[in-house]
C-alpha cells in the first residue's frame, strides 16, 4: 500500500537546472533515509544523493556541489535540485525510501516509477 511517486523529469542544456519531487503515500509509520539513484542506458544503477531525517546528506562525487538534497518530514517528500547539468547526468532518476509501514513489521525499500533527464549538448 506504500507508493512513492516521483515527477519534475524532461529536458534541458547543458548548464541548465532541474528540479525532481518524490512524494510517499499509504500506510506509513515512518520513513529513515531517502535519496535519489539514477541509470544510464548501458551502466549500472547508481546512487546520487541520500538524506536522513535529520538533514544530513551525502552525494556522488559527479554531482557534489551541483546537487541538493532535501527533505519535507511533515509531508514525506524528498526533493532533488540538479543545476548546472551535464549530458552524463542523462538518466532515468529513481527516488528510494526506508519506510515502515502501519501494515507489517520491519524497514524495508521502495522505489519510485523512474523520471527520464535528458540533457543536451
Known amino acids: 500500500q506504500v507508493q512513492l511517486v516521483e515527477s519534475g523529469g524532461g529536458l534541458v542544456q547543458t548548464g541548465g537546472s532541474l528540479g525532481l519531487s518524490c512524494s510517499a503515500s499509504g500506510s506509513i509509520a515512518s520513513i529513515r533515509g531517502m535519496g535519489w539513484y539514477r541509470q544510464a542506458p548501458g551502466k549500472q544503477r547508481e546512487l546520487v544523493a541520500g538524506?536522513?531525517?535529520?538533514?544530513?546528506?551525502n552525494y556522488a562525487e559527479s554531482v557534489k556541489g551541483r546537487f541538493t538534497v532535501s527533505r519535507d518530514n511533515a509531508k514525506n517528500t524528498v526533493y532533488l535540485q540538479m543545476n548546472n547539468l551535464k549530458p552524463e547526468d542523462t538518466a532515468v532518476y529513481y527516488c528510494n525510501a526506508a519506510i515502515s509501514s502501519l501494515v507489517r513489521t520491519g524497514l524495508y525499500d521502495y522505489w519510485g516509477q523512474g523520471t527520464q533527464v535528458t540533457v543536451s549538448s
Open positions: 538524506i536522513m531525517p535529520d538533514g544530513s546528506t
